[in-house]
Each structure stands twice: as C-alpha cells, then as structure tokens.
C-alpha cells in the first residue's frame, strides 16, 4: 500500500536484526523501537511533554476502550486523538480485538466459577458480569463494561472506529485465541482473522474513495494498516498465518496471539516460525512483548517495534528499572522495590547510572516516602524513570544493530 513508510537503512551481518525508519505525519520513528502503552489516550500518570525529554517515539492507544469512552464521536470532534490527548508523536491503535476476546474468556471463568459456588451470574459485580452478546464470521457484540451500551466490533466497524480515533498506524480486527486453546479453535480464529483482514483492506479503500468523491479533508494525513499474524501456539497454523498475511498488500505486518499464561520458549517459537516470512520492504510489530531479554533475542527475527504494558505498569507499583554499568543486558532481576523499608533511609540516588531527570535529582528514600504515602508524584517520577531506561536501551540495541553484534 503505501511506499515511503518504511525504510530499512541496515541489516546486521549476524542475524535478522535491522535498522529502519518509519516515516508517519506525525513524526518519524528509529527502529527497532519501544511502543508505550496509552490505552485511554494517556501513558498513565505521566504528563505528554514529558515524553519528548525521554524521546519517546511512538505509542499506542486501544480502540475498544476509547469507544466505550468518551466514544469517538467526541474525538473526531475534537479534531482526533492527537489534538485531543496532546500525545504529539507518532501513534498506533489496536482494533480491539484483544480486549473483545479477553471478554469471552473472562465470561467462560465466570459461568465455571457460578456453577461451582451454586451462585448466579447476576450476583457478580457489574465489571466482572460477562459482556459478550454475540460472536460470529460477522464480528462480535457486547455490552460496554462503563454503561451497558451494545456495541458492535466488525472489521468494518473497528476500521471506522480507528479512523475517527487518528492514529497513525491501525491494526486490522483479529481474534486473539485463549491459552491454551485447541488446534481445531486455533485453526478456526486463524482463517476468521483473515478473512477480516480482507475485509479491513476492502474497508480501508472504501473509506478512502468516499473521501475521494466527496472532496472533504476529514481525513487530513495518512494512516497505514497492518495485518496480523495468527495461529496459536501451533507451528504449521502459524506460518500459513505468516504467508497469507505478509502476501496481501498491506502497509505493515504484526505478530499476535502473545497470550497470559504463555511461555517464554511459546512466545518466542511463535516469532521464530514465522520470520522467514517476515516482509524486508514493510515494518513487523510484535504485540504485548516488553521484556528486555525477549527484546534482545526477538529482534534478531527482524521485529522492529514492541508494545507493552510492562515498564509503566511495574513503575506505578514501585519496581524501577536498574541500569548495570553502560551494560545491554538489563532484565527485570536488575530491578529494585522502592516500597521495601531497605529504602526509607537510603539517601543514593535512585539509580547512579541513569541520567534522568529523576535519577539525577531524587533519592531512593524520597521514593520510598512517595510510594508508601500513596503520592501521585510518586507514580510519574517511577513512570518518567522505566520508560527512560527503555529509551536508552533500545537506543543501546540499535547501536549494537549497526556494529554487528546481534
């Protein structure tokens, strides 16, 4: 589809691994890079000027829950996710489809559970009550966990949804299988996942000639599209996954169906199956992946972007990341707790060999004070730090990149 998206600059000499630019209307992105998590149209906790002193590149927003709220009437009104959160970089959507499957699984538990404790569905809370109306090759429909609302996710509809949104990178509507799921299911939400890519393409270029037709600039720069691989944890479902997506004419491919519950050893088979596939002229995203040694090792696949809850989840609960000695190799053991009492009269610095404005200013002991009394500060100084650290270190990685050593 589009031409001038990406550009792969380098290629190591050891491995899969590469340099490339992703080039969006919003700003350009240096890969391999970290995508921070904005579900709600925020990076929680922190302030969106923030990120461009930890050099933040890109992020991602999720479609499901910015239709359920505000909706996207109101961001299209207010002229789209850009222009209305003040996230002023380079964004993805995801279509939802995660969360709107994660909703099935989370109604299955709960009809297990109501039948063991001999208690109705209805007694559970209203968060919990299970949501899902109906799923079928259509789409789905549910109720909006916020007010009860039915909503309806389709190719079609999460299309349109994520051109209300305005991010510059959407993914098309896939169905993401629980863990472990069976090879007959796994086979079955595979070919359903693209049959809705096909219809997300034929969606893509519809809306683009309505515009046509129509003369309006409501659609005022461009957007890509791309399609997701998926299959389960079975070898054989995912690399004919990888072959019929990476062969429809699509901006990007991405990598889905990273599951809770899933290994290390899955998660990176599932990457290693289908890399061969893996286009060289577009961009491969790997969804829901964010530790340091998964980054390390998945890239060598030729993975050039990763999103993750991980870094910003881990700092609002007080684990902040740790740099070792100029060292690539940082894992979530070179971390620390700042809520443990070790820390009320520790007067270091939060970490000696970070260069952040936290590490630079505050001490372990005036974390630990923040973190016990509950103080928001607290939460976005931890935030600013781990997403710094990932900044750093995916600034570490495409260096090694260039000089041949993954």
């Known amino acids: 589809m589009a031409t001038n998206f990406y550009q792969k600059i380098y290629q190591s000499k050891k491995s899969s691994a590469r340099l490339g630019i992703i080039t969006t209307s919003h700003g350009k992105i240096n890969t391999p890079a970290f995508v921070p998590v904005a579900t709600k149209g925020t990076i929680k906790a922190l302030l969106p000027e923030l990120l461009k002193t930890i050099k933040t590149q890109i992020a991602i927003v999720n479609t499901y829950h910015l239709v359920t709220h505000p909706g996207t009437d109101i961001i299209k009104k207010a002229g789209g996710i850009h222009n209305f959160s003040k996230l002023n970089l380079p964004l993805m959507s995801d279509s939802g489809g995660f969360q709107v499957f994660s909703l099935q699984m989370k109604s ?9 404790t001999n208690k109705p569905i209805a007694n559970v809370r209203s968060e919990e009550h299970p949501l899902v109306v109906k799923i079928s090759d259509d789409g789905v429909k549910f109720r ?72 309006l600039q409501n659609i005022s720069y461009t957007r890509y599209l791309y399609g997701v691989i998926q299959g389960g944890t079975y070898e054989d479902l995912r690399k004919k996954s990888a072959e019929f997506v990476c062969g429809l ?57 990763f999103d993750c809850v991980e870094p910003t989840r881990l700092a609002r609960m007080g684990t902040l990341y740790q740099v070792k000695n100029e060292q690539l190799r940082i894992s979530s ?50 935030t600013y730090h781990n997403l710094y650290v990932m900044e750093r270190f995916f600034a570490m990685m495409r260096k090694i990149i260039k000089e041949d050593k993954i």
């Open 108 to 116: 299955e538990k709960l009809k297990v559970k109501s039948i063991k």
């Open 144 to 215: 909006s966990a916020y007010d009860g609302q039915l909503i309806e996710f389709t190719p079609e509809k999460s299309i349109e949804y994520q051109l209300a949104i305005g991010a510059d990178i959407m993914m098309a509507f896939d169905e993401c299988t629980y863990y472990p799921a069976t090879y007959k299911y796994a086979d079955k939400a595979m070919k359903r996942t693209h049959q809705w890519l096909k219809r997300c393409l034929k969606q893509v270029d519809s809306e683009k000639l309505k515009v046509k037709s129509l003369k």
């Open 249 to 305: 004419n699509t901006d990007g491919i991405a990598i889905g169906g990273v599951s809770v519950g899933e290994t290390k050893k899955e998660m990176r088979d599932q990457v290693k199956w289908v890399a061969s596939y893996l286009p060289a002229d577009k961009p491969v995203h790997l969804l829901g992946v964010g530790q340091f040694d998964d980054i390390i090792d998945l890239v060598k696949y030729g993975v050039d972007t």
């Open 333 to 382: 053991s070179e971390s620390i707790d700042i809520n443990k009492a070790i820390y009320k009269y520790n007067l270091t610095l939060v970490d000696e060999n970070c260069d952040c404005y936290v590490c630079k200013n505050f001490t372990k002991a005036y974390l630990h004070h923040l973190f016990k009394q509950k103080e928001i500060l607290g939460y976005t100084l931890a």
